[in-house]
């Protein structure tokens, strides 16, 4: 018997992806308001940016909705994400690309060297690649964007050790936050994934995102430190935060 179809809208899935993400990111729009505020004050009137590990386009969709002018290209290695963000998206027209890429592998930026970038934004993303990986992607990135361009990296960074409170304290408003979303009829990830399986665009590609996924284990999470010592090595020269709840952080880099 053939899996369920779904009457859900590309624009009603992101909607709901919006609420997942929430339940375990507190103050997540913030997170997305510092980042466009950043743009608006620093990129040109009409941006062009790299929204770098998009999903399914919830950085892209806010920059191009907000932004009369701006231009985005998304890119993920996800194959689910990606149809999604590139149906989304296509209401933008040409103002939108989305590219497969492998952050993990060297070389991935090369499909990208045409563009002149003015920002790179990512959300909840990176902490996927290893910290090899991460000062990898941070070095192609450093070859790519021209002098002036910002990156803004909005994630979990947890507190270590030294900071057993603060970790203790930031676990248990996590948690506490989940409760009350999940209560309030926000959906789970395995409730997401289950929605997404039943539109067929995108449940035909959950066999290739396994395969793609299946030899990747979590990796040990980078910290605030290492991501700032990763990007002055990788040759931004100006790194710093411009935001931060509790172990949530924006991480802003200048090339």
């Known amino acids: 018997m053939s899996a369920p179809t779904t009457s859900l809208t590309p624009r009603d899935l992101l909607a709901r992806w919006e609420e997942q993400q929430s339940a375990y990111v507190a103050h997540r729009e913030n997170r997305f308001e510092v980042m466009l505020d950043v743009l608006r004050l620093h990129s040109p009137a009409e941006p062009t940016v790299l929204d770098l ?3 399914p386009g919830s950085i892209a969709d806010r920059v191009l909705g907000r932004l009369p002018g701006s231009r985005v290209v998304a890119t993920d290695y996800d194959p689910v994400l990606a149809r999604l963000a590139e149906t989304v998206l296509g209401e ?3 103002r939108a690309t989305v590219i497969d890429a492998d952050l993990a592998e060297s070389g991935w930026s090369r499909p990208f060297a045409e563009w002149r970038f003015d920002a790179v934004l990512t959300s909840t993303a990176l902490h996927w690649l290893s910290p090899r990986q991460l000062l990898g992607v941070y070095t192609e990135l450093a070859t790519i964007l021209p002098p002036g361009a910002v990156l803004l990296n909005a994630d979990h960074l947890r507190f270590g ?3 057993s409170t603060l970790a203790e304290v ?3 408003h996590d948690e506490l936050m989940r409760q009350a979303a999940f209560a309030a009829g926000a959906p789970t990830w395995d409730a997401w994934w289950t929605l997404a399986g039943r ?7 959950i066999a290739e995102r396994r395969r793609r996924f299946a030899d990747r284990p979590p990796q040990p999470l980078a910290s605030l430190a290492f991501h700032q010592a990763a ?3 990788a040759g931004f020269t100006e790194v710093g935060t411009v935001w931060q709840y509790l172990d949530d952080y924006v991480v802003f880099a200048r090339r």
């Open 53 to 55: 590990a998009c999903g």
């Open 92 to 94: 933008y027209g040409e």
């Open 161 to 163: 050790p030294e900071h």
């Open 170 to 172: 930031s676990a248990r």
């Open 199 to 205: 539109r067929p665009d995108l449940g035909e590609r």
């Open 231 to 233: 990007l002055r090595t």
